[in-house]
């Protein structure tokens, strides 16, 4: 009897130490390789919301996503999310990065949320909503709702996306020019000043008929690859996204088409689009306006993101070679201009609420010391830079020449707070964008400072 108790006490323990040792060799090969899931719901409103310009009578033949990636393997988890919504701004920000940290096991450090800017769509931001309520405001386009349950549905997709997820042994880098879709919208006089904008669409001949201006044309493309298999796609385009808007249907406009385009044709990956630093960029030049130009614009700026992912170089990638930098800046507020709004936004209606009201969200917790995060995701040679605001596209050109010998992208529209954030030498300039900019000109250095910072990190 004492020597089969002895006998199955060794075996037990033969047993655990081999259980132990599968556990062990499992948690090793999970970090060996890079992993990667994906996440896409629905995000739009029903009809009676209100979009950020407007109360929604219907929603157009495709909706309005959130979608995104989950990256596994190299410290802990990074969550990179584009909604096609206006703009998510301020505690929204905050409340958005600590749902999808939770649901990804990280830190709200390591997840972005960026929106595509589209105008037939909701603005987020909770600053703003409590500021109007308590001054006895309708909140208006900011009435949280329907973002609170947007929320729990992210949160869920998120988390069941960890279930899904595969592994990554190789991406592919690849970059096209997209023709005759972003223009310049900042027309100077011969003394260097602006003297009218040509927007997101333009019916003036002579307007249309001047230069396309300093754009950045081209469209960058990272494929996250599990063997042979592409299973995320990751886009970056720098440009207003409106063909024609203020329609009270909410659409996700020529990018959302495009990308549902590219969805068709690589299907088993999931693409993930980014606008780039597009604040004083858009389709003006070569849009009348008119609706057909809605199918015209997504088809070439589709045809650029096929000729990049068609010319991609693809290559083997480890965890090693991914990391994860932020920076925190506090931009300088433009104090007269802010004080002006305050006094404005009583008397003002829905659409003057919707550009300002976050505008002054972010100058009260400026005042309380909140800085900006920026972040720099490295993949091998690749750098995708995540920026706040209405970034002029001077700071996306100035990333790619800051590193020529990678390949850089850049994600705006993070934090909508700032709103428009223009080169110091567009202060002097005037126009549309530094009129409704409530930061300053001192902006430049400390923006520049940090991406110098972001994309020489060893």
């Known amino acids: 009897m004492k020597h089969t108790t002895i006998q199955i006490f060794s075996l037990y323990i033969i047993f655990l130490l081999l259980t132990v040792g599968?556990?062990?060799?499992?948690?090793?090969?999970?970090?060996?390789?890079?992993?990667i899931s994906s996440f896409d719901i629905d995000a739009t409103p029903p009809v009676g919301s209100a979009l950020a310009y407007d109360t929604m009578v219907?929603?157009?033949?495709?909706?309005?996503?959130?979608?995104?990636?989950?990256?596994?393997?190299?410290?802990?988890?990074?969550?990179?999310?584009?909604?096609?919504?206006?703009?998510?701004?301020?505690?929204?920000?905050?409340?958005?990065?600590?749902?999808?940290?939770?649901?990804?096991?990280?830190?709200?450090?390591?997840?972005v949320v960026h929106t595509l800017h589209?105008?037939?769509?909701?603005?987020?931001?909770?600053?703003?909503?409590?500021?109007?309520i308590s001054a006895g405001l309708d909140p208006g386009a900011f009435e949280s709702s329907y973002a609170r349950k947007l929320l729990v549905k992210l949160h869920k997709a998120v988390a069941n996306s960890l279930d899904e997820s595969q592994p990554v042994s190789h991406i592919s880098v690849?970059?096209?020019?997209?023709?005759?879709?972003?223009?310049?919208?900042?027309?100077?006089?011969?003394?260097?000043?602006?003297?009218?904008?040509?927007?997101?669409?333009?019916?003036?001949?002579?307007l249309r008929a001047e230069p396309e201006g300093l754009v950045d044309p081209m469209v960058t493309v990272i494929g996250f690859w599990n063997g042979d298999m592409p299973v995320a796609v990751l886009s970056f385009y720098a440009t207003h996204p409106q063909s024609y808007y203020l329609t009270k249907i909410a659409n996700p406009d020529f990018p959302g088409?495009?990308?549902?385009?590219?969805?068709?044709?690589?299907?088993?990956?999931?693409?993930?689009?980014?606008?780039?630093a597009g604040g004083n960029?858009?389709?003006?030049?070569?849009?009348?306006?008119?609706?057909?130009?809605?199918?015209?614009?997504?088809?070439?700026?589709?045809?650029?993101?096929k000729r990049a992912w068609e010319n991609s170089k693809k290559v083997p990638v480890s965890?090693?070679?991914?990391?994860?930098?932020?920076?925190?800046?506090?931009?300088?507020?433009?104090?007269?201009?802010?004080?002006?709004?305050?006094?404005?936004?009583?008397?003002?209606?829905?659409?003057?609420?919707?550009?300002h009201m976050g505008q002054l969200a972010w100058y009260k917790r400026h005042q309380e010391g909140k800085s900006i995060k920026l972040s720099c995701l490295s993949v091998g040679e690749a750098r995708v830079l995540f920026m706040p605001g209405e970034l002029f596209v001077e700071y996306q050109l100035a990333a790619k020449a800051m590193r020529p010998d990678l390949f850089v992208s850049m994600a705006a529209y993070g934090d909508y707070g700032p709103f428009y954030i223009g080169t110091e030498e567009a202060y002097d300039q005037g126009g549309y964008e530094i009129d409704a900019s409530t930061v300053t000109?001192?902006?430049?250095?400390?923006?520049?400072d940090a991406l110098h910072s972001l994309l020489h990190h060893k």
């Not at 589209?118 to 109007?132: N, R, T, V």
């Open 22 to 35: 599968k556990v062990n060799c499992a948690a090793q090969d999970n970090f060996a390789y890079l992993q």
């Open 58 to 111: 219907n929603r157009w033949d495709l909706g309005l996503r959130a979608r995104g990636v989950v990256i596994q393997g190299s410290g802990e988890p990074i969550v990179l999310c584009a909604i096609d919504w206006i703009g998510i701004a301020n505690e929204s920000q905050d409340v958005f990065k600590e749902t999808l940290a939770n649901a990804a096991h990280t830190v709200p450090e390591r997840v």
């Open 118 to 132: 589209q105008h037939d769509a909701p603005i987020c931001d909770f600053s703003a909503e409590k500021m109007l």
């Open 174 to 206: 690849g970059k096209a020019q997209v023709y005759k879709v972003a223009s310049n919208r900042r027309i100077m006089d011969e003394n260097g000043k602006v003297v009218i904008m040509r927007g997101s669409s333009c019916r003036i001949p002579e």
């Open 257 to 276: 088409v495009a990308r549902l385009m590219r969805q068709l044709e690589v299907p088993d990956a999931l693409h993930v689009h980014f606008n780039g």
């Open 281 to 305: 960029i858009a389709a003006g030049k070569y849009n009348d306006g008119s609706k057909k130009m809605r199918g015209i614009l997504a088809d070439r700026l589709a045809n650029g993101m």
């Open 319 to 355: 965890p090693e070679q991914v990391n994860w930098e932020t920076e925190d800046v506090l931009l300088p507020p433009a104090k007269e201009k802010l004080d002006e709004i305050a006094l404005r936004v009583k008397e003002e209606g829905y659409r003057y609420r919707t550009n």
């Open 441 to 448: 000109g001192e902006s430049e250095n400390i923006l520049m």
